[in-house]
């Protein structure tokens, strides 16, 4: 069974940072594309960052570009985003999803979600 | 960046009866590889997204066949042809022809 566990959230005030991890279970991690997914409280969705299955490819929305990074650690199963200079807009959901698809290009799509940790992002 | 644009926002349908969500595309979704990377999930209260229909038309596995997406180019179509209880939630569809995946705004079904 697949299992994606995100982890990491929490209150942060403006400015400052926060690393989420996502530990992936049920499939062979180093295969697939991971990706982040954010949900802004009562909002819909937003693709935030991709990386391929050896990080070779990466990819950011323009909204977190320059500020998170996105990185993996096959032999931990696990993905992570590093997010800097943390904004009130930031404040979401964050989804981690497995891609059906080893590199982060055109036609990639999200078979498989976590539950997501908060981010809530005030003074 | 492609913006995807639902209608209607929300919708109401008795049980048994059919449901249509339309999504368009602010530019063409087919690739010259011939594929039209168009996507549709369904994420129910409290719940993450679950992927539907993948590439316009195809179901995932375990979706029920009531479920169906059509459409080309940049106008498409999710239908349900009976909805039941268990199909509330808020509609997405969503884009990945180019690498700012987006989706739309989301389509609420609500069962009367």
């Known amino acids: 069974e697949v299992q994606l566990v995100e982890s990491g959230g929490g209150l942060v005030q403006p400015g400052r940072s926060l690393r989420l991890s996502c530990a992936a279970s049920?499939?062979?991690?180093?295969?697939?594309?991971m990706h982040w997914v954010r949900q802004a409280p009562g909002k819909g969705l937003e693709w935030v960052s991709g990386?391929?299955?050896?990080?070779?490819?990466?990819g950011y929305a323009d909204s977190v570009k320059g500020r998170f990074t996105i990185s993996r650690d096959n032999a931990k199963n696990s993905l992570y985003l590093q997010m800097n200079s943390l904004r009130a807009e930031d404040t979401a959901l964050y989804y981690c999803?497995?891609?059906?698809?080893?590199?982060?290009?055109?036609?990639?799509?999200?078979?498989?979600w976590g539950q997501g940790t908060l981010v809530t992002v005030s003074s | 960046d492609i913006v995807m644009t639902q209608t209607p926002l929300s919708l109401s349908v008795t049980p048994g009866q059919p449901a249509s969500i339309s999504c368009k595309s602010s530019q063409s979704l087919l690739h010259s590889d011939g594929k039209t990377y168009l996507y549709w999930y369904l994420q129910k209260p409290g719940q993450p997204p679950q992927l539907l229909i993948y590439e316009v038309s195809n179901r995932f596995s375990g979706v029920p066949d009531r479920f169906s997406g059509s459409g080309s180019g940049t106008d498409f179509t999710l239908k349900i042809s009976r909805v039941e209880a268990e199909d509330v939630g808020v509609y997405y569809c969503m884009q990945s022809i180019q690498l700012m995946y987006t989706f739309g705004q989301g389509t609420k079904l609500e069962i009367k």
């Open positions: 999803a497995k891609d059906l698809l080893p590199t982060v290009t055109t036609g990639n799509y999200f078979d498989y």
């Open positions: 049920g499939f062979t991690f180093d295969d697939y594309a």
């Open positions: 990386i391929s299955w050896n990080s070779g490819s990466i």
